[in-house]
Nanobody, 120 residues
Framework: QVQLVESGGGLVQPGGSLRLSCTVS????????VGWYRQGAGNTRELVAV???????NYGDSAKGRFTISKDNAKNTVYLQMNSLKPEDTAVYYC??????????????GGQGTQVTISS
């Protein structure tokens, strides 16, 4: 069974940095892509960043220039480095991924979410 587990959230002052991690565990064959989206106080879901198995990246408008997504294939872990954080970045950040298993083929999986709070 494939699981995505996030870590690294917390409380940070404006202008600070955080690094989120998303580790894929279980039995799988290929990670097609893994990304992050967030859901803030208004319950609007927003794409933050995504990285493909080949390493291509895409960012939401609010993340461009401040956030960097990367991955460590050996650890099956995707990182989201967030710099110059603003109060409006406060949200629950969810990891999601499209992962291929021999049993189910390609399907989407999601994590439980990690709270990020930007406040002085």
């Amino acid at each position: 069974q494939v699981q995505l587990v996030e870590s690294g959230g917390g409380l940070v002052q404006p202008g600070g940095s955080l690094r989120l991690s998303c580790t894929v565990s279980g039995t799988f064959f290929v990670i097609n892509h893994v990304g992050w989206y967030r859901q803030g106080a208004g319950n609007t879901r927003e794409l933050v960043a995504v990285i493909t198995g080949g390493g291509s990246t895409n960012y939401g408008d609010s993340a461009k220039g401040r956030f960097t997504i990367s991955k460590d294939n050996a650890k099956n872990t995707v990182y989201l480095q967030m710099n110059s954080l603003k109060p409006e970045d406060t949200a629950v950040y969810y990891c999601y991924g499209s992962i291929y298993t021999r049993v189910e083929g390609s399907r989407d999986y999601g994590g439980q979410g990690t709270q990020v709070t930007i406040s002085s």
